[in-house]
């Protein structure tokens, strides 16, 4: 199963959001493989500062279950001066419909 997902970073962030996936801490790696992620990707419009992100994943429950870790909180917290975000720190996201594949 494919999903894909807009989210924005505030201004002049695009550095520090690269460099604090690069390289992505382990644990959170290792917790999104252990919850049936199989690829995920984050991609940069520069001109807007939207990131869409797409992922390709064994089940949405799985996927949603992520959520629930303590490494996931973490992550938000450390990740949430850079992007708008909400009360829990998660990034605010815009769930995008797949219209075409090949």
């Known amino acids: 199963m494919r ?19 690069n390289p992505i801490w382990k644990e959170l790696e ?14 940069l419009d520069k001109e807007t500062n939207e990131l869409f992100a797409c992922a390709q994943i064994k089940s949405k429950e799985q ?18 001066p850079l992007m708008p975000t909400n009360p829990d720190k998660s990034p605010k ?7 075409f594949h090949i």
């Open 30 to 43: 290792d917790t999104l493989k252990d919850h049936g992620v199989i690829s995920y990707s984050i991609f």
């Open 63 to 80: 996927w949603e279950q992520i959520a629930q870790t303590d490494i996931c909180k973490k992550w938000w917290e450390y990740m949430s």
């Open 93 to 99: 996201t815009i769930e995008l419909r797949e219209v």
């Open 3 to 21: 999903i894909a997902f807009k989210m924005a970073l505030n201004k002049d962030m695009q550095d520090e959001y690269e460099k604090r996936h």
